[in-house]
């Protein structure tokens, strides 16, 4: 069975630093590329960050370039989302979850098909 | 960057309808689309993938159908269950996955 379990949310001053992980487990961790989905309170959902199976390749949303870093230990079956420079607007629930795929003989489709449960990550003084 | 727009942003209706929620992205993503279900204080749950294609375990009462920029999700008899919001998200530009804002589907 497909298990994430995301940690280290919390209350954080803007302008301060936390990171996230996200334990997996029940899959080949180093084989699929991870993500961080986010949703704040009452909105809706944006995808943050993403990070290759290897952990050499990462993607970021214009909202949190250049404040949050995405990584992977793929010894550890562990993902983790560090980040920096917090601001009001990156309150949220923050979802670790697991891209899935399907390849037809033309295309390949990807898809998020596992999501832990959440961490909340609120930003204020 | 694709932007995906869904409408409506809400909707009532009753247990027996017929719902229809559509999506429309800004460039085409040919068939790139999924659909998620989402209740409070839960995760999204995956439904439809390269928008006409049910998820295991996903009723047949869903249906997806579009290609190019315009796509449509379809609860043939809403059930209790239902009352939920609904997020379209496109995988063309993947691993950048981005919603649409939701359509939340509530009881009348």
């Known amino acids: 069975e497909v298990q994430l379990l995301e940690s280290g949310g919390g209350l954080v001053q803007p302008g301060g630093s936390l990171r996230l992980s996200c334990a997996a487990s029940?899959?080949?961790?180093?084989?699929?590329?991870m993500s961080w989905v986010r949703q704040a309170p009452g909105k809706g959902l944006e995808w943050v960050s993403a990070?290759?199976?290897?952990?050499?390749?990462?993607y970021y949303a214009d909202s949190v370039k250049g404040r949050f870093t995405i990584s992977r230990d793929n010894s550890k079956n562990t993902l983790y989302l560090q980040m920096n420079s917090l601001r009001a607007e990156d309150t949220a629930v923050y979802y670790c979850?697991?891209?899935?795929?399907?390849?037809?003989?033309?295309?390949?489709?990807?898809?998020?098909?596992?999501w832990g449960q959440g961490t909340l990550v609120t930003v204020s003084s | 960057d694709i932007q995906m727009t869904q409408s409506p942003s809400s909707l009532s209706a009753s247990v027996g309808d017929r719902v229809t929620i559509t999506c429309r992205a800004s460039?085409?993503?040919?068939?790139?689309l999924n659909w998620y279900q989402q209740k409070p204080g839960k995760a999204p749950k995956l439904l439809i993938y390269?928008?006409?294609s049910l998820q295991s375990g996903v009723p047949s009462r869903f249906s997806g159908s579009g290609s190019g920029t315009d796509f449509t999700l379809t609860i043939s008899s809403l059930q209790r269950e239902d009352f939920a919001t609904y997020y379209c998200?496109?995988?063309?530009?993947?691993?950048?996955?981005?919603f649409g804002g939701g359509t939340k589907v509530e009881i009348k």
């Open positions: 979850a697991k891209e899935g795929g399907y390849c037809t003989s033309t295309r390949c489709y990807t898809y998020i098909d596992y």
């Open positions: 029940g899959f080949t961790f180093s084989s699929y590329v």
């Open positions: 990070v290759s199976g290897s952990g050499g390749s990462t």
């Open positions: 460039q085409s993503i040919h068939n790139y």
């Open positions: 390269a928008a006409s």
């Open positions: 998200q496109q995988s063309s530009s993947t691993p950048e996955l981005t």
